[in-house]
Every structure is written in structure tokens, then in C-alpha cells.
């Protein structure tokens, strides 16, 4: 792992912690990426009641997440990805990729990010209420 791509996944996981105040579990940061288009969210338990909460995610963290992806790219020998889940918990964090291949060109990001938010989450609800 190149020593850029390192520093990226550290730069994201503190601005991924910076966007969830009141961060009491697990944190999710799941994009979409392609050539000049990112979707990127936030999802994270907060509160003694471990209610998960949404928030679209800031700039500077979309701008990181776009950076990994090519330098991912630009990396011989790495193939570009189309998705990313990056988890914080319990204070180390863990990084799941998606290759276009793995995804299914039927589907668009409404259908395939409740699946990965029950993925981290279970059938917890998400509170969308505030996304800013």
C-alpha cells in the first residue's frame, strides 16, 4: 500500500469523525465513485440510545474520498473501485471496496445503499431528519 493511499484512509476516518458529533458506535462512510461524479453519506450511531443518524457528507470528506479513488487508480496494479464502506469502530476502522463488476448495472445507488446500511446496522432505523 503506497504510502498517499495511507495517508488518505487516516485524513478520511478523522473528517468521517469530525461529521459525527455525539458519535456513540459504529460510523459509515459508504460513496459511489466514478470519473468526476461521488455520492458520498455518513451514517453513525449517536446518543445513549444508539439512534443511527444521516448526514450528507461535507465537502472536504467527499473531496478525500475522490482523492483515494485516483490514487487508487493510479496505483499499478489497482483496479478502480465503484464503491467504498468505510467503518469506524471501537476506534480502528476497516475499509470494504466494490468493483464495478460486483455491482449490479440495473441498480443505482437508491437500492443498493439501504443494503448496506443494514449491513452495519441491522433494521435500525435512520433518522434523515437533519442531513446538514
Keep these: 500500500m503506497s504510502q498517499d493511499i495511507e495517508s488518505l484512509y487516516q485524513a478520511i476516518g478523522a ?4 461529521a459525527a458529533p455525539d458519535l456513540q458506535g459504529t460510523l459509515l462512510v459508504y460513496a459511489e465513485v466514478d470519473d468526476g461524479l461521488i455520492a458520498a453519506s455518513v451514517f453513525y450511531e449517536k446518543g445513549a440510545r444508539r439512534t443511527v443518524t444521516f448526514k450528507d457528507c ?3 470528506l467527499e473531496d478525500l474520498v475522490y482523492a483515494l479513488w485516483e490514487t487508487w487508480q493510479a496505483t499499478p496494479g489497482q483496479a478502480a473501485w465503484g ?3 468505510y467503518v469506524v469502530r471501537d476506534g480502528s476502522f476497516n475499509i470494504s471496496l ?3 463488476d460486483q ?3 440495473q441498480e443505482g445507488l437508491p437500492e443498493r445503499r ?3 446500511i443494514q449491513k452495519y446496522f441491522g433494521d435500525a432505523k435512520v433518522d434523515y431528519a ?3
Design 58 to 60: 461535507p465537502p472536504v
Design 83 to 85: 464503491a467504498i464502506e
Design 15 to 18: 473528517e468521517a469523525l469530525d
Design 130 to 132: 437533519d442531513p446538514a
Design 98 to 100: 466494490t468493483y464495478p
Design 103 to 105: 455491482m449490479d448495472a
Design 114 to 116: 439501504p443494503r448496506v
